[in-house]
């Protein structure tokens, strides 16, 4: 019993697999973009709900990441 238990700790909080990054999107069918902010003003335009996932799922959507949040990631990146 208690080896279910571990096994399913396992499973279930995924400690094999590393974080992934959380990201928001439009519920619109029609949208096709990822945001890494909640207050992008881009996802501001969005007239349905804003739904927070996991970045990974929204590619798995085949969703692309937002011009604005890529712009200002590869500035923070040139940064450091």
């Not at 238990?5 to 279930?12: E, G, K, M, R, V």
């Not at 995924?14 to 881009?42: M, N, R, W």
């Not at 990631?73 to 450091?80: A, G, P, R, V, W």
């Given at each position: 019993?208690?080896?279910?238990?571990?096994?399913?700790?396992?499973?279930?909080?995924?400690?094999?697999?590393?974080?992934?990054k959380k990201v928001f999107i439009c519920t619109d069918p029609k949208?096709?973009?990822?945001?890494?902010?909640?207050?992008?003003?881009?996802?501001?335009?969005?007239?349905?709900?804003?739904?927070?996932?996991?970045?990974?799922?929204?590619?798995?959507?085949?969703?692309?990441?937002?011009?604005?949040?890529?712009?200002?990631?590869?500035?923070?990146?040139?940064?450091?």
């Amino acid at each position: 019993m208690k080896t279910l238990f571990i096994i399913y700790s396992l499973i279930t909080f995924g400690l094999s697999t590393p974080a992934q990054k959380k990201v928001f999107i439009c519920t619109d069918p029609k949208s096709q973009i990822y945001h890494f902010e909640e207050l992008c003003k881009d996802l501001e335009k969005c007239k349905f709900e804003v739904k927070e996932i996991k970045e990974n799922e929204a590619k798995d959507q085949e969703k692309r990441l937002c011009k604005l949040c890529k712009e200002k990631e590869s500035k923070e990146e040139k940064k450091k």
